[in-house]
């Protein structure tokens, strides 16, 4: 059973920093890619960062030069700096994962989401 499970969430002041954690846990052969969604209420889902196992990374436009996301993925984790938060980004963060659990096949998994408040 493949897990991916997030850390880091709490409260900040605006202008300040968050760094969050999502580690994968189980049997895993591979990992193609890892990355951050977040949802803010009456939202959609949508894309913060993504970064593969090259290292390649993705940001949304909105956290480009603020956000850094970086993986250790020898300890199946990626890790999401968050600076210069401001309150719109109120949301619960989700980590997602390509990841084999069998030699080859990869599947994608979702986290449980781990909350990020940001007060003015």
């Known amino acids: 059973q493949v897990q991916l499970v997030e850390s880091g969430g709490g409260l900040v002041q605006a202008g300040g920093s968050l760094r969050l954690s999502c580690a994968a846990s189980g049997t895993i052969f591979g990992i193609r890619a890892m990355g951050w969604y977040r949802q803010a209420p009456g939202k959609s889902r949508e894309l913060v960062a993504a970064i593969t196992s090259s290292g390649s990374a993705n940001y949304g436009d909105s956290v480009k030069g603020r956000f850094t996301i970086s993986r250790d993925f020898a300890v199946n984790t990626v890790y999401l700096q968050m600076d210069s938060l401001n309150p719109e980004e109120t949301a619960v963060y989700y980590c997602?994962?390509?990841?084999?659990?069998?030699?080859?096949?990869?599947?994608?998994?979702w986290g449980q989401g781990t909350q990020v408040t940001v007060s003015s």
């Open positions: 997602n994962g390509d990841l084999a659990r069998l030699p080859g096949r990869f599947y994608n998994y």
